[in-house]
């Protein structure tokens, strides 16, 4: 690996789509923005199992690999109706507004699998040539992660949203790479 410099720090600004359907078309590329993001981040989570050698203790001898969970976590500055429903499991539109809204209880009841609000998510970076895109083949929302609301009067409203990946029906899950490496 060539020697890192300043210029080689990786900057990802970037936005959030669901559903899209051409990569190299502009934002959102064929399918539904979501919203302009605050901070966003990607989680690995890694399965291993450690094998230790009985003779020396719990001395680790090797590591089994037993799979990975990948997460999107992000903070979203602005949102709309799109946004509300993808995020929240009980919407209805309103009477006047014609906007979605949150209403609990709804049609979305205790045991519903959220497996029937999955989404192709998409993180389109600003920099759409240079930047990094993230593409989660059936993403599964975190509803926890939508609990904190900001809404105070010296801040921005935000809302924190997550999104775990699933494989979908090609048994595919995540990519993460450029964009003339990722297809849709």
């Not at 020396?56 to 999107?72: A, H, M, N, P, V």
């Not at 009067?153 to 995540?174: C, D, H, M, P, Y």
Request: proline share 4%.
């Amino acid at each position: 690996m060539a020697v890192g410099t300043a210029m080689d720090v990786l900057q990802q600004p970037g936005r959030l789509c669901i559903n899209p359907t051409n990569i190299n078309t502009d934002f959102p590329h064929g399918g539904t923005a979501l919203g302009e993001l605050y901070k966003h981040a990607i989680r690995l989570n890694v399965g291993q199992t450690p094998i230790n050698d009985e003779g020396l203790g719990i001395e680790t001898r090797d590591i089994i690999y037993t799979g990975e969970q990948w997460s999107f976590f992000a903070i979203l500055r602005s949102f709309d109706s799109d946004a509300i429903n993808t995020f929240f499991p009980n919407t209805t539109v309103g009477a006047v507004s014609g906007k979605r809204k949150v209403m609990f209880p709804g049609s979305f009841n205790a045991g519903s699998l959220i497996s029937t609000r999955s989404v192709v998510l998409l993180f389109s970076p600003l920099d759409a040539d240079a930047g990094l895109y993230f593409l989660m083949r059936k993403a599964l929302p975190l509803l926890n992660a939508t609990n904190m609301i900001n809404l105070a009067l010296k801040t921005k409203a935000e809302i924190g949203v997550a999104f775990t990946a699933t494989r979908n029906a090609a048994n595919e899950s995540i990519e993460w790479g450029y964009r003339e490496d990722i297809t849709i």
